[in-house]
């Protein structure tokens, strides 16, 4: 009974130093805890102060590199300004020169005044004058182009070294060679050639404002048979069976065809030679200027 009470005695110390001991390590636990989320809330603290410290900083720096632009802007404006002052005092001094001629010239007596506007009137009139010459001379042009391409089209299948259609310093020409128009030393018109004729004859019927020359050409060889004396009368015989072949067999207006024969006088190329001499004797129609439109033209005036 007295080693219970001594055993109490000693056991009741230790077991309340063991209870107060758990209690202050949970404390301090505690603490280091809240301690540790303190730590933690003010470096996320600190974190948020750097990202703004760090805006501010861009921030800045943006606000500067505007304020830069802005200035250079300015300069910029104020050097156009000082340049538009420079063109307003020169257009000054310009308009004051202008004023003080206009002063000058108000001393014109009244038949001077009346003899410039006559004057002008006259510029204006030829300039109009040109104008209308222009406009003809373009509408020509495109008359022109427009025939060449309907000859060349209704012709695209005759061989190109037996025709040739072309336009030189505004006039239209259509060269016929002498092999597919004539047998040699005649001058009757053949088959293949009146065909040929025929086609030519379509495109110029459909253009009744249009009067055209027929020219027979000859190389330079001499020739004399039967009743034909020369070349110029070969050259003269072939241009009138080309005629006569136009107005009777596709009854174009003989009133506008020119006949003429040249001989061997206005040859493309040398008679030297046998291939020149074949280029040389030729029919050519040659599509006549509409002088007239001119003429009337220069009568107005």
């Known amino acids: ?20 001991s758990e209690k202050k390590v949970n404390a301090i636990r505690q603490q280091l805890a809240d301690s540790q989320a303190e730590t933690q809330k003010t470096q996320k603290e600190l974190g948020d102060y750097k990202a703004k410290l760090k805006a501010c900083d861009d921030q800045d720096a943006a606000d500067k590199q505007q304020i830069a632009d802005l200035q250079k802007e300015k300069a910029d404006l ?21 004023l003080g001629k206009l002063s000058d010239l108000s001393v014109i007596t009244k038949g001077q005044e009346a003899s410039i506007k006559k004057s002008l009137a006259n510029i204006q009139a030829k300039d109009n004058y040109i104008k209308d010459l222009m406009a003809q001379i ?11 391409n309907n000859l060349k089209s209704a012709l695209v299948d005759i061989n190109d070294k037996d025709i040739n ?12 060679s002498d092999k ?20 030519v004859a379509r495109i110029l019927n459909a253009h009744t404002d249009i009067d055209f020359m027929i020219e027979g ?26 005629a006569r072949i136009l107005q009777y067999n596709y009854q174009m207006d003989p009133k506008r065809m020119t006949v ?15 291939q020149g001499r074949a280029l040389n004797r030729r029919t050519r129609i040659v599509i006549l200027p509409q002088l007239d439109q001119f003429f009337k033209l220069l009568e107005q005036k």
């Open 165 to 176: 259609i072309k336009v030189e310093k505004g006039v239209v020409y259509i060269d016929i």
């Open 78 to 98: 104020e050097q156009q300004k000082a340049d538009l002052n420079a063109k307003i005092n020169e257009l000054k001094e310009y308009n004051n020169s202008v």
């Open 217 to 242: 050409h000859t190389d330079s060889i001499p020739f004399r048979s039967g009743l034909l004396l020369d070349n110029w009368d070969l050259s003269a015989k072939r241009a009138t069976s080309v």
């Open 1 to 20: 009974m007295k080693f219970t009470k001594s055993f109490l005695v000693l056991t009741i110390p230790v077991l309340l130093f063991s209870c107060v």
């Open 138 to 148: 373009n509408r020509k042009d495109s008359l022109n182009n427009a025939l060449v």
């Open 260 to 274: 003429a024969g040249h001989g061997e006088y206005i040859p493309l190329v040398s008679n030297s030679t046998s």
């Open 180 to 199: 597919l128009m004539f047998k040699s030393g005649s001058y009757s018109v053949t088959e293949r050639a009146k065909e040929v004729l025929g086609k």
